[in-house]
């Protein structure tokens, strides 16, 4: 089923934009901005991912004559059409005329900060809310994941491997491009090397191994038919021996110029018996024979293994890293900030809460990112209709009495870059080759202290000090 679908929303999207278009307030402009509030994982940092599949959701946008006519069929609570059919009409002729900033994917964001930022016509900003969210969401979710399963890999390849037990067709194929943008070196699947490119990597199954009398059998046969491609699952039956017949097969393969790429281990104690097979296979002289280890794998494990001196060199990891593991969501969110008024002029708009976390950011933002010394130090949100002061004093929007000052003359990058101007796409996107460079270039000028797994240093990241103000004004304003 193609999802690329307008209808892809959630139902008050339709209904909200049904009462804009009776209010004559459709092509109201309005800026909003889509972030998350809390880091994932309880980390120090998030990768964004998701843009890609994002423009090509928002490039297919139109209602078809089908979508048209499903809408045709809702009833409200009183068994009358829930559309009215003037406003069917406007959807059936609609075009987007948006325009869209965005972080480039792969691009380190902290809490608050916009990962896109869409104004336009109040009712076209509306109906891109929630497919924007479900794509952006899970794959930043996906791919801040991959990064700290590659961060506790050490530089070692990490293949992705959750095709069977991701969330669904849609969601294997969105978590296997996120993680590849988030590091993995490779995936399983297939598909998603064929739609994005990603190397796809994979050797056999235990069922492999069973369906013949003897595992040596296994391996030769398998030898036979792929010469090239042979990296054996040693424990179908007993790992050790298993090690032991996958040496006796390359040594098969050495004299028919082919050699033994890697045994694989997926189940027992990870640790001790890559240090024996890593005995076994240097004695045998494959020394260059790399040790794949997978098994339910995550990041969490894997810095366990290392800190027990395991010998494996290659990290497969399947549920925990598509499905996220212990955190199933996000949680991002999409505010309104600003309309403007009769005159052209931006008027701030602010949601409060109960929960300080919760108060929305007015006005129209842009993030500045700081860097010193090759490392990125700082940053602030800023309003993007002001240039940003120099110095810049940043106070963090969840812990207010928590400020950082940016001298005058630092270095600096702004974030959003353009993506679509009047609907129309402007900017060239980089291959998702390119967005894993940069997501790995990002992190390289990220402090260690930020990156580790547990209990991370706080990055410092908030809003410029005038627009904090101007936020603490509206609160004034709005609950004196």
Aim: glycine share 8%; charged share 20%.
């Amino acid at each position: 089923m193609n999802t690329n679908n307008p209808l892809l929303t959630d139902l008050y999207q339709i209904t909200m934009a049904a009462a804009y278009h009776a209010s004559g307030r459709a092509e109201q402009e309005a800026a909003f901005h889509l972030f998350f509030r809390t880091l994932p994982f309880k980390g120090g940092y998030a990768i964004a991912a998701g843009l890609g599949s994002a423009v090509e959701w928002l490039e297919s946008f139109h209602f078809e004559a089908d979508d048209i006519e499903y809408l045709a069929t809702l009833r409200d609570a009183e068994n009358a059409p829930l559309l009215k059919p003037e406003f069917l009409a406007y959807l059936r002729d609609l075009k987007l005329s948006v325009c869209i900033d965005a972080l480039p994917e792969g691009t380190l964001v902290f809490p608050h900060q916009p990962i896109l930022r869409i104004n336009g016509p109040i009712i076209q900003c509306q109906l891109l809310e929630t497919a924007l969210l479900n794509i952006i969401n899970f794959q930043t979710l996906i791919a801040t994941k991959a990064a700290r399963v590659c961060e506790a890999a050490q530089g070692e390849p990490v293949i992705e491997m959750g095709l069977r037990r991701a969330q669904g067709p849609d969601g294997a194929l969105a978590a296997s491009r996120a993680a590849h943008i988030g590091g993995c070196a490779t995936t399983s699947n297939v598909l998603a090397g064929k739609i994005y490119g990603i190397p796809v990597k994979g050797t056999h199954a235990h069922s492999w191994v069973m369906s013949f009398e003897t595992e040596i059998e296994a391996f030769q046969q398998y030898a036979a038919a792929l010469p090239g491609n042979c990296t054996f699952l040693v424990d179908t039956y007993d790992t050790l021996e298993g090690v032991r017949n996958a040496v006796k097969v390359g040594n098969a393969l050495r004299e028919t110029g082919h050699r033994l790429l890697g045994i694989r281990l997926d189940s027992g104690d990870l640790a001790w018996l890559s240090q024996q097979a890593r005995i076994i296979l240097d004695e045998a002289g494959f020394t260059d024979t790399a040790i794949v280890a997978s098994n339910d794998l995550d990041e969490n494990l894997i810095e366990s293994l290392k800190h027990q001196g395991a010998k494996i060199s290659v990290w497969g990891v399947g549920t925990k890293l598509v499905t996220g593991g212990e955190q199933s969501a996000l949680g991002g969110v999409y505010k309104l900030a600003a309309v403007r008024d009769e005159a052209g002029q931006w008027q701030p708009r602010i949601k409060l809460s109960e929960q300080v976390i919760k108060v929305s950011t007015p006005g129209l933002q842009q993030v500045r990112r700081f860097k010193q010394n090759g490392l990125f130090i700082a940053d602030a949100i800023y309003d993007a209709e002001l240039p940003c002061p120099e110095p810049c004093t940043i106070v963090d929007p969840s812990e207010l009495l928590r400020h950082t000052t940016i001298e005058a003359g630092t270095g600096y990058e702004d974030l959003l870059q353009p993506l679509f101007r009047d609907g129309k796409l402007v900017a060239a996107l980089p291959t998702i080759a390119e967005s894993r460079s940069r997501c790995l270039a990002q992190l390289a000028s990220l402090s260690p202290t930020i990156k580790r797994l547990a209990n991370p240093h706080n990055y410092p990241a908030g809003l410029e000090a005038g627009l904090h103000q101007k936020k603490l004004a509206l609160i004034q304003k709005a609950r004196p």
